[in-house]
């Protein structure tokens, strides 16, 4: 019953920062700052709900199955947004800043 | 030799939990296939075989524990960020030390950099990682911060120390 | 609560939606996409677990590998591309 009550918790938690992320990856600025939001949602997010649902498994194969996607989703995400960073920034993105948004000077690719 | 078996031992490791039953004829044809992989990355010469290692893997789970303390808490604080009606971010790309003797430490210091939200690894060279921040907090948290010692702890002691300073600054 | 956390999920992907659509460089939409691979391995997990059925969980484990997979295969589309661009102007 109390293993209940925390895995309840454990995927509220994680649906409330998925949905954080989704609403972060559409109003930051750009594409570095969307990443971050992103991020929430493959680390926190996931986290929380498979926390959330391995109480509820019932059976050593399904709990190890989830641990399984955790750790792939965890080794996997992060390389991921690294590439895509290291991607855009070699195309020649510029980053979104404070002060280039008060100047609002649009210089291309370098 | 030994990286080959590693490879076998994961591949059918990974066969054996997914299936999750112990018939014969299934953990045969599981060896099966995680031999013949094996024996076709051999040939292909696909065999990573760098010598990278943590030389203090005990180190592992006390550094997991942190850094899930520490995503937790950088994920509540880019929330709020998210969360707030007027957008207060302000964001820098910046060159950070990295004092990681051995590949396998600098893509795990990367990586961890990438996990914890608020800052995201760009660029990682020997010595220095580029890193994006969401806020300018986020950066000084990340340059003050211990995470970049806290990983070099779990690499192995250098043979030959090229500096008497060893990991700290 | 199960199809509490199902309704988030969906909801979070339409705003993953939302900015694939809207872009604006090649790069966002590649994030979006990658962004709604990961929800949507949660989703099948969750609604394996809704339906009573863990066999979903094997499909949400291939979802994920497939999903690193495809980000970094189109990311290496792109950049081909881009450079063919390059070498062309």
């Known amino acids: ?110 | 030799m030994l990286h080959a078996v590693g490879l076998f031992a994961v591949l059918f490791g990974t066969w054996v939990i997914l299936s999750g039953h112990f018939t014969p004829f299934l953990l045969i044809s599981g060896a099966v296939c995680a031999a013949l992989t094996v024996a076709i990355t051999l040939r292909m010469d696909l065999l990573d075989r760098r010598r990278d290692f943590l030389g203090r893997v005990w180190r592992l789970p006390f550094y997991w524990l942190w850094l899930a303390g520490q995503i937790i808490l950088w994920a509540l604080i880019v929330s709020r960020k998210v969360l707030a009606p007027r957008l207060d971010i302000d964001p820098v790309l910046e060159r950070v030390p990295s004092s990681q003797r051995s590949d396998l430490g600098r893509v795990m210091y990367a990586n961890s950099i990438t996990l914890t939200p608020g800052t995201l690894s760009t660029d990682v060279r020997e010595g220095e990682i580029e890193v994006h921040a969401l806020t300018q907090a986020a950066m000084e948290d990340l340059k003050s911060d211990d995470m970049d010692r806290r990983v070099s702890a779990t690499e192995a002691a250098p043979h030959k120390p090229a500096e008497p300073t060893e990991g700290e600054r | 609560m199960f199809l509490a956390a199902a309704a988030a999920l969906i909801a979070a992907m339409v705003l993953a939606l939302a900015r694939a659509f809207a872009g604006p460089t090649v790069y966002d939409r590649i994030l979006a996409v990658n962004q709604i691979g990961t929800q949507t391995v949660l989703l099948i997990a969750v609604m394996g677990f809704i339906s009573g059925r863990p066999d979903f969980l094997d499909i949400s484990l291939l979802y994920a590998l497939i999903n690193f997979v495809a980000t970094i295969a189109v990311l290496r589309y792109v950049k081909r591309d881009r450079a063919r661009a390059d070498k062309q102007s």
């Open chain 1, 1 to 110: 019953m109390i293993l209940e009550i925390i895995s309840w918790i454990s995927i509220a938690i994680g649906a409330f920062f998925v949905l954080v992320g989704g609403i972060g990856i559409l109003r930051m600025p750009d594409l570095f700052t969307r990443m971050h939001p992103a991020g929430i949602t493959d680390s926190v997010g996931a986290g929380f709900i498979l926390l959330g649902l391995l109480p509820q498994s019932g059976d050593w194969l399904v709990s190890v199955k989830l641990a399984l996607i955790f750790v792939f989703l965890l080794f996997t995400s992060p390389v991921a947004t690294h590439a895509l960073a290291h991607a855009a920034l070699l195309d020649g993105l510029k980053p979104w800043t404070k002060a280039r948004d008060k100047t609002r000077d649009k210089d291309g690719a370098p």
